[in-house]
C-alpha cells in the first residue's frame, strides 16, 4: 500500500507567522529554516518510533541513544553516554553539550525510554490521517526528543549556535527510575544552569506546566494475634485485616479532600502468612475462612505538590497508623520517589516569556496547568535549584497506551515556537 503524506500545519500557518510585525528578520528566518526542514525532522521522528526502547530494553535505549547522539554531533554538541551500575539494571543516559558565554544556560530535558517493553507487540509509526500519528512513545516522548532536536538544528543552520551554553539530558529510565544513583549526575549537571526546560507531552499549543506533583511509595505492615475464627472480637482481638482496613479507611476519610494529594493502595494481602517478592511486585499469602487472619500487607503510592504537603501527610498516616485496634500491631513506611515540582514565581516567569512569544507568533495566549493533572517528571529532580518550564514536547493523548497518538499538525509549530524560545533565551 502507497504512503500518503500529509501537509503539516506549520506549512499553511507559516505565512502568517512569518510575516508577523513582532517577529524579527532572524526569527522569521528561523521558522522558515524549521519549516523547511520538516519532512527530514518526521522522518526521524519515525526511524525511533520504531525502535522499541522500553527502560528494561537496555539495548534498544541504547540503540535509540546513538542515533539521537549522532544528530547532536552534527550540531557541534560533544556527546557522552553516562553509564550506570550493573546493578541497576539501566541502560544509562545521553548528555549532549555546548560550552560558551551568550545568554542562560539552558538544561533540556527528555527521556530515551518508553513504557512498552520489548515483550509487548510493537505498534509501529503510522500517520493516521492529516492530523494524527500512532506508536509507541510518539508524544511519551520521543516525539519531545525529536522536536529538541528539530528545533536545535535549525538554530544551527543560521549558525545562532555558537557560543550558546546548551546541556541536552536525555535520560535512559525516567519510566521506571534505576533510584537515586542514576539521577545523582542529571541533578550537578542541572545545578551549573540557569534554566531547565522538560519536553514531556504538551496539553497543546495553549498550556505549559509550571507546577507538577511528586510521588512517593508507603507500605504498611500489620501483626495480630491468630487462631480460631470464633474468638475474632474477643480474646483474639481484630486480626491483622480488620487493622489493615481501619487504617485505610482513615487515610480515605482524613485525606481525601486536600487539593494536589492522593494515595492509592495498589496491592493489599492478608491471611495467615504473607510473603512478597520486591522485584517481581508478586505477593503470596495462605489463610482460611475460619482463622483469624495474623498478618496484612499493604503497598501503595502517595503524591503531592510540595515537600510541605508530603511531611504533612505522612505525619497524618503515622497518626492513624499508631491508634492499633486491641491486639494488633501496625507500622508504616516511606520511599521517596520523585519530588515535586511546586509552581513558583520563577517558574512562571518563564510561562509568561513564552506566552509573549506565542503571541508574537501569532499563537494565541499560553497558561499553566493544572499541576493536579500533570505526573511526576524528571525537571522535579532539580526544580529546587533552578527556574522550570515543562510540557513543551509534542502535543498528543493516550500516553502509556496501545492508543497514544502525537497531534501531527500542532508539531511544526511547536518546534518552531521553541526553536524562537532557546534563541530569545541564548541571546
Known sequence: MKKQYYLPLGFLLFGTIANSQSLTKTEQAIVETARRQQPETEAF??????INSGTLNTA???QVGKLMAGEFDKLGFKTEWVTLPDSLNRAGH?????????GKKLFLIGHLDTVFEKSLPMESFTRVNDSTATGQGVNDMKGGDVLVIAALRA???QKLLDDTSITVYFTGDEESSGGPESRRDFIERAKTCDVALGFETAVGLQTVTTGRRGASSWTLNVKARSGHSSRVFSDLGYGAIYEAVRILNEFRRSLSQEQYL???PGLIVGGSEVHYDEKTAKAETIGKTNIVAGTALVKGDLRFLTEQQKEKARATMR????????????????ADGIPGMEPTAANDGLRLQLDKLSHDMGLGAVS?????LRGAGDISFVAKYLPCLDGLGASGKGAHSIEETMNTKQFPLLIQRTALFLYRLTR
Open 262 to 264: 492522593t494515595f492509592n
Open 368 to 372: 499553566a496547568t493544572d499541576p493536579g
Open 319 to 334: 497518626e492513624i497508623v499508631d491508634k492499633s485496634l486491641p491486639l494488633t500491631k501496625a507500622t508504616i513506611t516511606f
Open 60 to 62: 534498544g535505549v541504547r
Open 94 to 102: 545521553l548528555v549532549a553539550t555546548r560550552q560558551g558565554k551568550k
Open 155 to 157: 538554530l544551527h543552520a
Open 45 to 50: 521522528l519515525e526511524k525511533v518510533v520504531n
